[in-house]
């Protein structure tokens, strides 16, 4: 008798962590599918991100008509500079179109060392 009350034991045990995981993975899914909605929106885009350090990184997000350089750490977010709509046409073009290649980044980089080297001067 001890035999199959070990044995119903350990199926039991099996089904309830079975039940824990579907749980997470539709918990997963729902706080998945809730955060996207919040990040789309018809009035605030991040063009692009590129990652500087351990939580550091720097954006280039479109607010309505207006393009701005921002800067994040863990210390706090604060906008570099406002950018001309000439400056990141090219990113523009491909955030529309929804197209990734790999030279974004370097066109990134190109526009933050073009900006950043006008202000040392």
Not at 13 to 21: A, E, N, S
Not at 23 to 42: C, D, E, P, W
């Amino acid at each position: 008798m001890g035999d199959i009350g070990d044995f119903l034991q350990l199926i039991a045990t099996f089904i309830i962590v079975v039940l824990i995981l579907i749980l997470a993975f539709v918990m997963t899914r729902r706080i998945g599918k809730t955060a996207i909605r919040y990040q789309n929106s018809s009035n605030m885009k991040v063009l692009e991100r590129i990652l500087l350090g351990q939580d550091k990184s720097l954006l280039i997000v479109q607010v309505g008509n207006k393009y701005c350089l921002i800067g994040v750490a863990q210390s706090g977010i604060q906008l570099l500079m406002e950018l001309k709509e000439e400056d990141i046409s090219e990113l523009i073009l491909q955030a529309r179109e929804g197209t990734t290649t790999d030279f974004r980044m370097s066109q990134f980089k190109e526009i933050f060392l073009d900006k950043f080297g006008k202000m040392k001067h």
